[in-house]
């Protein structure tokens, strides 16, 4: 939904002024990171004039952690990230979460990140209790699970499902027994990762700029009332309809 609020720029520098100094980690382990305010800076130049959504993701990084795995933080902003890896405070102390391709050291699988277990046979692991600073973890979204400590491909069908949950990558277990999705048009039991249920029927996953009307429709995640990206950033009117009206 798109609401709207007259613009006053006095205020709104002040509010932008006190936003980014709730960024900045009380402890002082961060950095500035200029390219990220100037692509701040550049969403919101971009945006405004066409009564956009402003992509907020640049700014939530204009103040970088600068701790290492390990160390000891208070919050999530004073770890340093890490490419392709998630960057988290954990009971004071700085993990690395590595999402895992076929054949990489393990800890356990995942369905989604943060819905994580260890499937059957396998050891438990507790990233609060374990000390472990870093770690990696294998999702079943991509067809594999951890097994023995290592990325298992997934079984395919008609076979047993690995660990008991576990099948190949657009593979769906079934009361442990790995069977075929419904192909687009068949009858929604459980639609493939790239499909929804509409109408009672699997369909594709909406594009950006499709029209939708459920967030499950779009692959983005995000439906208003045309698909849209997961950050905002997508345009939905003119500088006309905007009328001297911010719209965020």
Known sequence: MTTGAP???????????????????????VRFDQSAADACLASVNASVPLCAVIDLEPCNRVYVGTLAAGAACVD????????GAQVICLTSMCRVIHHAN???????????????TALQGEPAFDPITSGIATWSECYTTDGLGCVGGSCVRGAGVGSACLGGEVCDKDVDCVSGACQAY????????????????????????????????DDQACAS???DSTCTPAT????????????GMVHL
């Open 7 to 29: 613009f006053a720029q006095a205020s709104c520098q002040e509010n932008m002024q006190s936003l980014l100094a709730t960024e900045q980690s009380a402890s002082k382990n």
């Open 76 to 83: 999530d902003s004073d770890c340093a990230p890490v490419a």
């Open 182 to 213: 419904p192909p687009v048009g068949g009858a929604c039991g459980v639609c493939a990762p790239e499909q929804y249920c509409n109408s009672g029927a699997c369909a594709t996953l909406l594009s950006l700029g499709a029209r939708c009307d």
């Open 232 to 243: 905002g950033g997508q345009p939905h009117g003119s500088p006309a309809e905007c009328g």
């Open 102 to 116: 076929q054949g990489d050291a393990c800890k356990r699988t995942c369905y989604k990140a943060g819905d994580c």
């Open 221 to 223: 995640g995000r439906c």
